[in-house]
């Protein structure tokens, strides 16, 4: 028994500084909660920007689509421009304009020239 009645009496203080200070309630462990609202706003985020990516994109394909459409555009109005020309350079032709002033308006062949002298007129 002399055992068990040495077990119950109280140690005797090893550190005295430690005992004359007041004893600090421990503080309480927080309690971790899930951080759902930062993820939310982090996929919110992250939605937005795709979003903003895909608009981009549309907007780009649309206006591939109308350069493509002004391209085959151009080159109708070149191939047009080409048509146009070569009619322009067969109607300016010499040839051309000669046979029609002698068919049409009856003019004369300008190698023929004729020469009027007037006599009351000075020189």
């Given amino acids: 028994m002399a ?10 203080a ?3 500084a430690r005992e004359s200070r007041p004893a600090v309630p421990p503080r309480p462990i927080p309690r971790t909660r899930p ?3 930062g993820g939310v ?6 939605a937005m920007l795709l979003a903003g990516i895909v608009a981009l994109n549309v907007a780009v394909l649309g206006l ?5 459409r002004l391209d085959g555009e151009r080159e109708g109005l070149r191939a047009k421009h080409a ?5 322009l350079s067969s ?3 010499a040839g051309r304009i000669e046979a029609y002033a002698t068919r049409r308006l009856g003019l004369v062949d300008p190698v023929q ?5 007037l006599d009351g007129l000075k020189r």
């Fill in 64 to 68: 591939n689509m109308e350069v493509d």
């Fill in 35 to 37: 951080r759902v609202a």
């Fill in 113 to 117: 020239t004729t020469y009027i002298r």
């Fill in 83 to 87: 048509v146009l020309a070569s009619e």
């Fill in 3 to 12: 055992t068990a009645a040495a077990r119950a009496q109280p140690r005797p």
């Fill in 41 to 46: 706003v982090w996929i919110l985020l992250v």
């Fill in 14 to 16: 090893q550190n005295p």
């Fill in 91 to 93: 109607a300016a032709a």
